[in-house]
């Protein structure tokens, strides 16, 4: 029944990518309220899932590396909802739903949807460490999002070859701060994360506090960068399109090494 | 009822005809009075007049040319050939396409649509527009309000001043806190600074060899002038540079720029080079953070964006032709109450 819900949400950011792409590829893109609402609506049928496997669990649904990327994905779209029209970086939808449909259907076909035979005690610490961290990785997904749209922005304006969805891009200095936000909520939030997973009482895998504190070290770096202002906004972007594909890859390989082998 | 527009646009008449035509102060009252019109409106802009009326009998289209021409006494001639007469749907369909800017010198403009929207004002006030061109005009501005939103026709600058502002607010969004430097003080800058005044600009710079020419620049678009030997200092604070000097090579340059950039790498500079020859060297747009744009480019990028909406028309034209089918029922309907006859005529001359 669960995983039925998370088919029709993955429809429906399916949908919103194909309609971007017909569009784009048409030379008519426009950013209508379908993308808004179709993801609104993944996102409703994504809860449900997370709430119908959490209910099935008796816990916070973070337990195998399928439920880790589908939360992620929930995150995702959480922070487009809330951050998106705040910003009017409604295009954004258009990046996001093929992210986010990318993550569900890996975390479909991928046949990783096996619940790991040695779990640790549920607790609250341990879940607040885990939701928030994975709410923050949606942060920076994001923060990833408005680095491709600038570095998309910013290649159209030194080529001088603009095309009909440049006009709906938001202009290069709102993304700029866009990203910064994006950013700093995300290391505010894995720095609350990283602190929770203190407190579970339980003894602490050292290759994920390592790896916690690289992808911490590595947001902080980029912030640090940003607010010295020596470095081009655009090596910012592409640093955050660099940071989120190596934190996702090795959320991977950790939570996947995690249930292999005890770490 | 017959609902018909007679008119002469730039399609088919050039501005000294137009102008012979342009109508004067009680055209409509003659049009009503003397030519047996029960409802008229006058569409007069730079690019069109057009009488769209409404009338019990036909009316000869010689004889609305000859009520429209401003000194009345001046016989018609072939002059008369340059008219075009639409009627019924015709004239329908012909009122959505010039009000949604399709019919349009620069196809897409939208001021043709607030033209429209005073004419059919002044045609309510005077009591010379009735419920047919009232149920005509009203359904013409939501088409247009449609054409505009459902496609890309208005997308676009289409002029070398407008595309730079616009390219200026894709990089910097709001103007109130930009600061703009222009250096020279030719016509084509002091149209691109004033488009960027009218935009929010606060703080604009003008440095020129003549100090007088400078400040006379700055004094009309309530900017400062600077003296050119400091355009440097300048350029190290603004976001914005405009450049039209009559220098014979580039005062521009990666080696010139490199220094003033080193402490401002988070704030991206914008180069608009309006000169020829060039003031600014087409390498500058390799640096990190400038985004140079000289005349050739704006150009191309306004012939671009007039091709964009050449390309829209007939999404336009779809939306249009669905419209008109939708007013035929209410307009024979209409046609009907008024003489009884159920056939509608829609032959165009």
Partial sequence: ?263 | MNLFCVGLSHHTADVELRERFAGHAAVDRRLREELGCTEVLLLTTCNRVEVYAAAEHPIPTERIAHCLLAANTTPLGEEVDAFYRHEALHCVQHLFRVASGLDSMVIGETEILGQAKKAYAAARESGAAGPFLHRLFQRAFRVAKQVRTRTDITRGAVSVGSVAVDLAAKIFGHFEKRKVLLLGAGEASERTARALVKRGVRDIRVANRSVERAQALANLISGSAVPMEEWETHCREVDILISSTAATSPIVTQSNLAPLLRDRLDRPLFIIDIAVPRDVAPDVNEMEGVFLYDIDSLQSIAQQSLAQRREQIAAGEEIIAGHVGDFSGWFVAARERTIGEPSLRTSES
């Fill in chain 1, 1 to 263: 029944m669960d995983r039925e819900l998370l088919l029709v949400s993955t429809l429906f950011f399916f949908l919103a990518m194909v309609r971007t792409v017909v569009a784009i590829r048409g030379g008519n893109y426009q950013p209508a309220g379908f993308n808004f609402f179709a993801i609104a609506l993944g996102f409703v049928l994504q809860t449900a899932f997370l709430t119908v496997r959490g209910q099935a669990l008796g816990r916070c649904p973070l337990t195998s590396l399928f439920e880790v990327f589908i939360f992620l994905a929930w995150s995702v779209s959480l922070i487009y909802l809330l951050v998106g029209p705040a910003y009017r970086l409604s295009l954004m939808g258009a990046f996001t739903a093929p992210l986010v449909f990318g993550l569900q259907t890996f975390a479909l076909l991928a046949l990783i949807d096996q619940r790991h035979p040695r779990q640790l005690d549920p607790s609250p610490w341990l879940e607040l460490h885990a939701s928030v961290s994975l709410i923050a990785y949606g942060a920076f997904a994001l923060a990833c999002v408005a680095g491709l749209m600038y570095l998309v922005q910013e290649r159209q304006l030194k080529r001088r070859r603009l095309n009909s969805m440049f006009y709906h891009f938001p202009p290069l200095t709102d993304l700029f701060a866009a990203i910064t936000r994006l950013l700093w909520l995300g290391f505010a939030l894995l720095t609350v994360g990283i602190a929770a997973g203190f407190f579970t009482g339980q003894p602490l895998p050292y290759v994920k506090i390592a790896w916690s504190l690289g992808v911490w070290l590595f947001y902080a770096a980029i912030l640090f960068a940003r607010h010295l202002g020596t470095t081009a906004p655009r090596a910012i972007a592409a640093l955050c399109v660099v940071a989120f594909t190596a934190a996702l890859s090795l959320l991977w390989g950790i939570t996947f090494l995690s249930q292999t082998r005890s770490l």
